[in-house]
């Protein structure tokens, strides 16, 4: 019967990674933690493998490596141990893989790239973490949602990148183990899921990923249909703002139904989904736009500022919606950012509105708008005594003639 040494020597004249202190540190968890159906991705040598094939805990194991060499040399070791649970494929990640697995480890290649490493097993990409980085926005979709990841990664890699990744697909983490060597420290991890990561997947959505942040909200994307994407919006932990999730949810509820804000799906304590506004934010979008496309637009967003103040419901943050207005590729200007929106008896949404466009004056110029500042905000005073349609009109007449 071939030994583990044998292996390891015979692997190493074989361009496979042999095991090192970051396999052996990595070992130790697999035979504590490793259970049901087993994933390991970058086999390498096999030795996370062949440890879990050998667990009782384990019912099956799959070995996958884009070394050919690699799938080989286990395959062999494995007919010759004549061993049952565990199958291997030659692949480029998940690129063939099929199935959800109760335990996933990886142990990638790390370090940043070197002139002078010249093998390229041992780098993770030009800074280290960029094949961990594609491993992540995948996995999820082969991880059942009470599996786990068994994870090592260094030092040299950037500790607070990896971290950032993991929070950025949702991911929930903790350190299981480390080991200081001579110029960097082992790190290995054991990382599930989050509490919103299974409810969003339970509901249909995959393949989430931080998209943006503003002041109080984070969004993430991720997709319901390969032809459908929705935005997920949460808080952010640093936020003092409290309620700002359930308040914005119950005003889209209400918007929608008069075309207004993106549309909601469905929403959580926590979190609100709805689907994805690709579009350009309004003062980018006006850069190559025709006085004819702008004044569409410009009509469209006054008439949803007015229908606002119709209802008594004041949005704010549009006398500075620089990042809250996006234009879609079709022309349709989009209100975005309902957390503040609350009722009131002296709405002023229109009267912010012109405001902003007073602001932009020259550009608006620029495409052909003769604006007259002091005469604007004279009808937008007439129209915060009295907001009716004749004012509006007079407003538009002024803006768009």
Known sequence: MVTFMKIV??????????????????????KKVASGKVLDMGTGSGIQALTAVNSPKVKEVLAVDINKTAITVLQKTIHEKKLKKIKVLNSDLFEKVTGQFGCIIFNPPYLPQDKNITDAALYGGKKGWEI??????????????????????????????????????????KELGKQ????????????TKTTLLKTLEKKGIKNIHYFAHGKRGVIYAGT????????????????????????????????????????????????????FVQGKFLLDWLENKDKGTIKLVLISLLQQCFELDQLKINKEELHRP????????????????????????????????????????????????PISADKLRELAKQYKENQSKQNLNQILNLILR
């Open 132 to 173: 961990s980085e594609h491993f992540f926005q995948q996995v999820s979709n082969y991880l059942t949602p009470t599996g786990i990841i068994l994870f090592l990664f260094s030092s040299l890699t950037n500790k607070s990148k990896i971290e950032q990744i993991l929070t950025d697909h949702l991911f929930q983490f």
């Open 322 to 369: 620089f990042k809250h207005i996006l234009i879609t590729k079709e022309n349709q200007p989009v209100l975005i950012d309902f957390e503040r929106c609350y009722k009131t008896d002296k709405p002023h949404n229109l009267t912010q509105f012109i405001e902003f466009i007073c602001r932009i004056k020259t550009e608006l110029e620029q495409k052909g708008f």
């Open 180 to 191: 200081k060597l001579a110029f960097e420290e082992l790190y290995v991890y054991k990382i």
């Open 9 to 30: 020597l015979f692997i190493s004249k074989m361009d496979i990674y042999q095991p090192a202190e970051d396999s052996y540190l990595l070992n130790k968890f697999v």
């Open 224 to 275: 319901k249909t390969t032809k459908q994407i929705v935005a997920i919006k949460v808080n952010r932990k640093e936020s003092t703002a409290v309620g700002r999730i359930t308040n914005e949810a119950k005003w889209l509820k209400l918007l929608n139904k008069r075309s207004i804000g993106p549309k909601l799906l469905f929403h959580g304590k926590d979190y609100l989904t709805y689907e």
